[in-house]
C-alpha cells in the first residue's frame, strides 16, 4: 500500500505540474519503490528489536521505531 501510495502521489504531483512522462519520469516507479520497501524494512526491525527488548504495547514500540528511523 505504501509503494502503491507513493507512487500514485508523485504521478498525481507530476500531473498537476504539467511534468511530462520522459526517461527520468519513467524510472521514478521503481526508484520509488526500492527506497519505500527499504525503509519499511528498517521500520520493521527495528519495531521487532523495540518489542523483544522490554514488554512494551505495540504503539509505543511502534512509535519509537518511527522516532529512530524516521528522521
Do not use: Q
Amino acid at each position: 500500500v505504501a509503494v502503491i501510495l507513493s507512487v500514485l502521489w508523485t504521478l498525481t504531483c507530476m500531473a498537476w505540474l504539467g511534468k511530462s512522462l520522459d526517461i527520468l519520469t519513467i524510472m521514478l516507479p521503481p526508484i520509488l519503490f526500492v527506497i519505500t520497501i527499504s525503509d519499511l524494512t528498517h521500520l520493521y526491525s527495528r519495531y521487532l528489536e523495540e518489542k523483544s527488548k522490554a514488554v512494551i504495547s505495540n504503539r509505543e514500540a511502534m512509535l519509537k521505531a518511527i522516532s529512530e528511523v524516521g528522521p
